[in-house]
Protein backbone atom coordinates (compact mmCIF):
# COMPACT_ATOMS: atom_id res chain seq x y z
CA UNK A 1 0.00 0.00 0.00
CA UNK A 2 1.25 3.11 -1.03
CA UNK A 3 2.25 5.91 1.30
CA UNK A 4 -0.92 8.89 2.21
CA UNK A 5 -0.77 11.92 -0.65
CA UNK A 6 -2.58 14.57 0.70
CA UNK A 7 -2.99 15.81 4.57
CA UNK A 8 -6.44 14.59 4.35
CA UNK A 9 -5.36 11.11 3.80
CA UNK A 10 -2.85 11.43 6.27
CA UNK A 11 -5.02 12.99 9.00
CA UNK A 12 -8.01 10.14 8.39
CA UNK A 13 -5.33 7.24 8.52
CA UNK A 14 -4.07 9.06 12.17
CA UNK A 15 -7.66 8.81 13.00
CA UNK A 16 -8.44 5.58 12.30
CA UNK A 17 -4.92 4.42 13.65
CA UNK A 18 -5.55 5.86 17.22
CA UNK A 19 -9.06 4.27 16.87
CA UNK A 20 -7.69 0.55 16.73
CA UNK A 21 -5.24 1.09 19.53
CA UNK A 22 -7.60 2.78 21.75
CA UNK A 23 -8.83 -1.01 21.54
CA UNK A 24 -5.96 -2.78 21.71
CA UNK A 25 -4.04 -0.74 24.62
CA UNK A 26 -5.15 -2.49 27.58
CA UNK A 27 -3.93 -5.78 26.64
CA UNK A 28 -1.07 -4.62 24.20
CA UNK A 29 1.70 -6.21 25.88
CA UNK A 30 0.51 -9.22 26.91
CA UNK A 31 -0.52 -9.90 23.08
CA UNK A 32 2.73 -8.83 21.55
CA UNK A 33 4.44 -10.76 24.01
CA UNK A 34 2.54 -13.83 23.13
CA UNK A 35 2.55 -13.11 18.96
CA UNK A 36 6.30 -12.86 18.96
CA UNK A 37 6.89 -15.96 21.18
CA UNK A 38 8.64 -13.95 24.12
CA UNK A 39 10.75 -12.21 21.73
CA UNK A 40 9.61 -8.77 21.41
CA UNK A 41 11.23 -7.41 24.64
CA UNK A 42 14.82 -8.44 23.50
CA UNK A 43 14.54 -6.55 20.16
CA UNK A 44 13.47 -3.46 22.03
CA UNK A 45 16.41 -4.28 24.49
CA UNK A 46 19.07 -4.05 21.42
CA UNK A 47 17.10 -1.32 19.77
CA UNK A 48 17.89 0.83 22.78
CA UNK A 49 22.10 -0.34 22.89
CA UNK A 50 22.13 0.35 18.73
CA UNK A 51 20.70 3.97 19.57
CA UNK A 52 22.57 4.40 22.38
CA UNK A 53 25.78 2.57 22.95
CA UNK A 54 26.93 4.22 25.27
CA UNK A 55 24.87 6.96 27.24
CA UNK A 56 23.43 10.28 26.53
CA UNK A 57 21.21 12.84 28.02
CA UNK A 58 18.04 12.92 25.87
CA UNK A 59 16.09 10.12 23.75
CA UNK A 60 13.28 9.88 21.87
CA UNK A 61 10.95 7.12 21.46
CA UNK A 62 8.42 8.04 18.66
CA UNK A 63 5.26 6.13 18.87
CA UNK A 64 6.11 4.74 21.96
CA UNK A 65 2.39 3.09 23.10
CA UNK A 66 3.01 1.21 26.26
CA UNK A 67 6.78 3.03 26.66
CA UNK A 68 8.66 -0.62 26.75
CA UNK A 69 11.43 0.51 24.40
CA UNK A 70 11.05 3.94 26.05
CA UNK A 71 12.27 2.06 29.57
CA UNK A 72 15.31 0.28 27.76
CA UNK A 73 16.20 3.79 26.71
CA UNK A 74 16.03 5.18 30.59
CA UNK A 75 18.85 2.18 31.45
CA UNK A 76 21.30 4.39 29.18
CA UNK A 77 19.80 7.96 29.22
CA UNK A 78 19.47 10.96 31.45
CA UNK A 79 15.63 11.26 30.28
CA UNK A 80 13.63 10.15 28.19
CA UNK A 81 10.58 11.69 26.06
CA UNK A 82 8.22 9.17 24.93
CA UNK A 83 5.44 10.68 21.89
CA UNK A 84 2.28 8.84 20.98
CA UNK A 85 -1.11 9.50 19.01
CA UNK A 86 -3.25 7.39 21.07
CA UNK A 87 -4.12 8.89 24.65
CA UNK A 88 -5.03 5.49 26.05
CA UNK A 89 -1.83 3.52 24.72
CA UNK A 90 0.27 6.94 26.75
CA UNK A 91 -2.16 6.18 29.34
CA UNK A 92 -0.56 2.71 29.58
CA UNK A 93 2.89 4.06 29.54
CA UNK A 94 2.15 7.07 32.07
CA UNK A 95 1.08 3.98 34.75
CA UNK A 96 4.05 1.99 34.41
CA UNK A 97 6.03 5.22 34.67
CA UNK A 98 4.32 6.06 38.01
CA UNK A 99 4.86 2.16 39.25
CA UNK A 100 8.54 2.26 38.37
CA UNK A 101 9.18 5.65 39.83
CA UNK A 102 10.36 6.95 36.77
CA UNK A 103 9.21 10.25 37.33
CA UNK A 104 10.24 13.00 35.72
CA UNK A 105 12.51 11.34 33.53
CA UNK A 106 10.50 9.88 31.26
CA UNK A 107 8.30 12.22 30.13
CA UNK A 108 5.16 11.58 27.64
CA UNK A 109 3.64 13.59 25.22
CA UNK A 110 0.57 12.96 22.67
CA UNK A 111 1.52 13.96 19.28
CA UNK A 112 1.35 12.74 15.84
CA UNK A 113 4.51 11.64 14.45
CA UNK A 114 4.59 13.51 11.77
CA UNK A 115 4.30 16.83 13.61
CA UNK A 116 6.15 16.60 16.03
CA UNK A 117 6.26 19.49 18.79
CA UNK A 118 10.24 19.81 19.14
CA UNK A 119 12.59 22.10 18.08
CA UNK A 120 15.38 20.91 15.44
CA UNK A 121 18.17 18.59 17.06
CA UNK A 122 16.31 18.84 20.54
CA UNK A 123 17.43 14.87 21.51
CA UNK A 124 20.79 12.72 21.23
CA UNK A 125 18.45 9.98 19.46
CA UNK A 126 15.52 8.76 18.56
CA UNK A 127 14.12 5.10 18.14
CA UNK A 128 10.54 3.87 17.08
CA UNK A 129 9.41 0.24 17.41
CA UNK A 130 6.59 -1.61 15.29
CA UNK A 131 5.92 1.65 14.01
CA UNK A 132 7.08 2.64 11.10
CA UNK A 133 4.31 0.22 9.00
CA UNK A 134 1.75 2.12 10.98
CA UNK A 135 2.60 6.15 9.60
CA UNK A 136 0.68 7.68 6.31
CA UNK A 137 3.77 8.69 5.22
CA UNK A 138 6.65 6.62 5.93
CA UNK A 139 9.24 8.99 4.52
CA UNK A 140 7.98 12.11 6.42
CA UNK A 141 7.95 10.36 9.59
CA UNK A 142 11.84 9.02 9.39
CA UNK A 143 12.46 13.00 8.24
CA UNK A 144 10.66 14.36 10.95
CA UNK A 145 12.58 11.61 13.25
CA UNK A 146 15.76 13.15 11.59
CA UNK A 147 15.28 16.64 12.25
CA UNK A 148 15.15 16.65 16.11
CA UNK A 149 17.72 14.65 15.92
CA UNK A 150 21.12 16.58 16.66
CA UNK A 151 24.07 15.99 14.08
CA UNK A 152 26.06 13.08 14.96
CA UNK A 153 22.98 11.37 16.38
CA UNK A 154 21.52 7.68 15.83
CA UNK A 155 17.33 7.24 14.60
CA UNK A 156 16.97 3.32 14.99
CA UNK A 157 13.82 1.98 13.58
CA UNK A 158 12.55 -1.78 14.66
CA UNK A 159 10.00 -3.27 12.82
CA UNK A 160 8.72 -5.96 10.86
CA UNK A 161 9.70 -6.43 7.65
CA UNK A 162 9.51 -8.89 4.43
CA UNK A 163 12.38 -11.79 4.01
CA UNK A 164 14.28 -11.98 1.09
CA UNK A 165 14.10 -15.76 1.09
CA UNK A 166 10.65 -16.96 -0.69
CA UNK A 167 10.36 -20.01 1.78
CA UNK A 168 10.81 -17.71 4.90
CA UNK A 169 9.03 -15.30 3.41
CA UNK A 170 6.27 -18.03 3.09
CA UNK A 171 6.62 -19.17 6.68
CA UNK A 172 6.34 -16.00 7.28
CA UNK A 173 3.01 -15.28 5.89
CA UNK A 174 1.50 -18.76 7.16
CA UNK A 175 2.17 -17.13 10.43
CA UNK A 176 1.09 -13.87 10.25
CA UNK A 177 -2.13 -14.77 8.58
CA UNK A 178 -2.82 -18.23 10.00
CA UNK A 179 -1.25 -17.95 14.24
CA UNK A 180 -1.35 -14.62 14.66
CA UNK A 181 -4.72 -13.14 14.42
CA UNK A 182 -6.43 -16.39 16.36
CA UNK A 183 -3.33 -15.79 19.38
CA UNK A 184 -3.99 -11.68 19.21
CA UNK A 185 -7.52 -12.02 19.59
CA UNK A 186 -7.25 -14.63 22.26
CA UNK A 187 -4.65 -12.40 24.20
CA UNK A 188 -6.61 -9.58 23.53
CA UNK A 189 -9.83 -10.93 24.61
CA UNK A 190 -11.33 -10.79 21.31
CA UNK A 191 -9.93 -7.84 19.51
CA UNK A 192 -10.35 -9.14 16.06
CA UNK A 193 -9.94 -6.28 13.62
CA UNK A 194 -6.66 -5.00 14.96
CA UNK A 195 -5.14 -8.58 14.92
CA UNK A 196 -6.59 -9.20 11.06
CA UNK A 197 -5.08 -5.45 10.48
CA UNK A 198 -1.53 -6.69 11.52
CA UNK A 199 -0.59 -9.11 8.93
CA UNK A 200 -2.11 -6.80 6.32
CA UNK A 201 0.21 -3.86 7.45
CA UNK A 202 3.51 -6.13 7.16
CA UNK A 203 2.87 -5.63 3.55
CA UNK A 204 3.18 -2.01 3.88
CA UNK A 205 6.69 -2.30 4.70
CA UNK A 206 9.60 -2.16 2.31
CA UNK A 207 12.10 -5.05 2.11
CA UNK A 208 15.04 -3.80 4.52
CA UNK A 209 17.46 -2.92 1.80
CA UNK A 210 14.65 -0.45 0.26
CA UNK A 211 13.73 1.24 3.88
CA UNK A 212 17.78 1.57 4.35
CA UNK A 213 17.76 3.77 0.68
CA UNK A 214 14.55 5.28 1.69
CA UNK A 215 16.72 6.54 4.77
CA UNK A 216 19.56 7.51 2.76
CA UNK A 217 17.30 9.76 0.31
CA UNK A 218 15.83 11.42 3.52
CA UNK A 219 19.63 12.72 4.38
CA UNK A 220 20.38 9.80 7.09
CA UNK A 221 24.38 8.78 6.45
CA UNK A 222 25.96 5.37 7.36
CA UNK A 223 22.49 3.38 7.45
CA UNK A 224 22.86 -0.20 8.49
CA UNK A 225 20.49 -3.43 9.50
CA UNK A 226 20.29 -6.01 11.16
CA UNK A 227 17.90 -9.28 10.36
CA UNK A 228 16.44 -11.32 13.26
CA UNK A 229 13.92 -14.30 13.46
CA UNK A 230 14.44 -16.14 10.50
CA UNK A 231 14.41 -12.11 8.40
CA UNK A 232 10.96 -11.10 9.73
CA UNK A 233 12.36 -8.54 11.82
CA UNK A 234 14.82 -5.71 10.96
CA UNK A 235 16.38 -2.68 13.07
CA UNK A 236 17.76 0.25 11.00
CA UNK A 237 20.66 2.42 12.18
CA UNK A 238 21.01 5.00 10.60
CA UNK A 239 23.17 8.33 12.05
CA UNK A 240 22.02 12.03 11.37
C1 LIG B 1 2.27 -1.40 17.29
S1 LIG B 1 2.28 -0.03 18.39
C2 LIG B 1 3.97 0.03 18.92
C3 LIG B 1 4.11 0.55 20.33
C4 LIG B 1 5.51 0.51 20.93
N1 LIG B 1 6.45 1.32 20.18
C5 LIG B 1 6.06 -0.88 21.09
O1 LIG B 1 7.28 -1.03 21.11
O2 LIG B 1 5.29 -1.82 21.28
C6 LIG B 1 2.20 1.33 17.27
C7 LIG B 1 2.01 2.65 17.97
O3 LIG B 1 2.11 3.68 16.99
C8 LIG B 1 1.26 4.72 17.40
N2 LIG B 1 1.02 5.61 16.26
C9 LIG B 1 0.37 5.32 15.10
N3 LIG B 1 0.36 6.39 14.29
C10 LIG B 1 1.03 7.38 14.94
C11 LIG B 1 1.36 8.73 14.62
N4 LIG B 1 0.99 9.28 13.47
N5 LIG B 1 2.06 9.45 15.52
C12 LIG B 1 2.44 8.92 16.70
N6 LIG B 1 2.15 7.65 17.08
C13 LIG B 1 1.46 6.89 16.19
C14 LIG B 1 0.02 3.99 17.88
O4 LIG B 1 -0.79 4.79 18.69
C15 LIG B 1 0.66 2.82 18.64
O5 LIG B 1 0.84 3.12 20.00
Keep these: MANAQTPGEKLRWARANRRMFTGVAPRYDLANRVISLGRDDSWRAATAEFAVPDHC ?19 RCDAVVGVDITPTMVEQAHRKVLERGAGK ?17 TF ?11 FADQPAALAEMRR ?13 TRA ?7 MH ?16 RGNLRAYWYLPTSVHRMPRAEELAQTMYTVGFRRVTYRLYNFQSIA ?3 AEV
Design 124 to 134: DCATNAFALRN
Design 105 to 121: RFQLAIADGLHLPFADD
Design 148 to 160: VVRPGGRVVSLEL
Design 57 to 75: ALALDLATGTGELGFHLLR
Design 235 to 237: IHI
Design 164 to 170: KSRLLAA
Design 173 to 188: RLYMEGVVPLLGAIAS
